[in-house]
């Protein structure tokens, strides 16, 4: 037995109501798309960029899928996305340093050498993160932070640096002391 199903119609004017889409939005929007390369830039990685945009666009903001969809059909959004990624790269490599020279949590010898001696769990603890984010930029930019075994099997498949203007340094008057 089938029944006739009628479309939904609102009470108040008595015409049929759009059907809300279910899920995220999959339609491109440069706006958005500039976002998540600005947010990627600054070293957000893309599941934290799209968290951010949910609170500040909880209608607007893509899924990752929607994403790398976006990435892989639009030419422009492409560039700047794999650019943004690269930001990411040197975000983390710059990153890597900051952790590599960070002594705060090493604990002051007082045996009149003025020496430390490093809290070994920290320590461990820098040293997987390095490895994670090493492994990372390897991954985004082999050609710049990967291995050089895997660059020289590569071959010829490995990338040059985009062209970069680069602004020359004033010359000082006088040697800094």
Same mark, same amino acid.
């Given at each position: 037995?089938? !029944? #006739?199903? %009628?479309? %939904? *119609?609102? !009470? +108040? @004017?008595?015409?049929? *109501?759009?059907k809300k889409g279910r899920g995220r939005p999959s339609k491109f929007d440069e706006e958005i798309a500039s976002l998540i390369c600005d947010l990627l830039w600054n070293g957000n990685s893309l599941a934290k960029a799209l968290k951010e945009l949910k609170e500040a666009y909880p209608d607007k903001c893509p899924s990752r899928d929607t994403v790398?969809?976006?990435?892989?059909? #639009?030419?422009?959004?492409? !560039?700047?996305?794999?650019?943004?990624?690269?930001?990411?790269? =040197?975000?983390?490599?710059?990153?890597?340093?900051?952790?590599?020279? =960070?002594?705060?949590?090493? @604990?002051?010898?007082?045996?009149? !050498?003025?020496?430390?001696?490093?809290?070994? @769990? +920290?320590?461990?603890?820098?040293?997987?993160?390095?490895?994670?984010?090493?492994?990372?930029?390897?991954?985004?930019?082999?050609?710049?932070?990967? =291995?050089?075994?895997?660059?020289?099997?590569?071959?010829?498949?490995?990338?040059?640096?985009?062209? @970069? %203007?680069?602004?020359?340094?004033? %010359?000082?008057?006088?040697?800094?002391?």
């Amino acid at each position: 037995m089938a !029944k #006739n199903k %009628k479309a %939904k *119609t609102s !009470k +108040a @004017t008595q015409e049929p *109501t759009e059907k809300k889409g279910r899920g995220r939005p999959s339609k491109f929007d440069e706006e958005i798309a500039s976002l998540i390369c600005d947010l990627l830039w600054n070293g957000n990685s893309l599941a934290k960029a799209l968290k951010e945009l949910k609170e500040a666009y909880p209608d607007k903001c893509p899924s990752r899928d929607t994403v790398r969809r976006w990435a892989r059909d #639009n030419e422009d959004f492409k !560039k700047d996305y794999e650019f943004a990624r690269l930001g990411l790269a =040197d975000h983390y490599f710059d990153r890597i340093i900051e952790i590599a020279e =960070d002594r705060s949590r090493d @604990t002051p010898l007082f045996d009149g !050498k003025g020496g430390y001696r490093p809290d070994l @769990t +920290a320590v461990n603890r820098d040293r997987l993160q390095i490895d994670a984010l090493k492994w990372v930029c390897g991954r985004i930019a082999p050609w710049l932070y990967g =291995d050089k075994a895997e660059a020289e099997k590569e071959g010829d498949k490995t990338r040059e640096l985009p062209e @970069t %203007k680069i602004v020359a340094q004033p %010359k000082l008057k006088e040697p800094l002391k």
